[in-house]
């Protein structure tokens, strides 16, 4: 992964809006690349392309984490014990 890929995720990753609205854009590399460069980022076609096929970077998991959203399990941040209690 490019360097400038790599500190552009670093970069959204902390504002969970900012992720969100990435992940509504990534299908459309040129909409995607726009508005990476119009906050300081020069991603290219490739990069956009990377994104849209790395489940791992915007992962609903990732995205519920950066949000402060709960777990599958509440906010707990543990499965419930065996036996439904």
Do not use: C, K, N
């Not at 809006?17 to 992940?23: F, G, N, S, V």
């Not at 854009?25 to 909409?31: A, C, D, F, G, S």
């Not at 849209?52 to 950066?66: G, I, N, P, T, W």
């Amino acid at each position: 992964m490019r360097e400038e890929l790599e500190r552009f995720l670093e970069s959204i990753r902390q504002t969970p809006r900012q992720l969100e609205e990435l992940r509504a854009l990534v299908q459309t590399p040129e909409e995607a690349t726009r508005w990476a460069s119009d906050r300081g980022f020069h991603l290219t076609a490739a990069d956009i392309a990377e994104l849209r096929e790395s489940e791992v970077e915007l992962s609903d998991d990732e995205l519920d984490q950066a949000a402060g959203g709960e777990d599958d399990w509440g906010s707990g941040g543990a499965p419930p014990p065996p036996g439904g209690g």
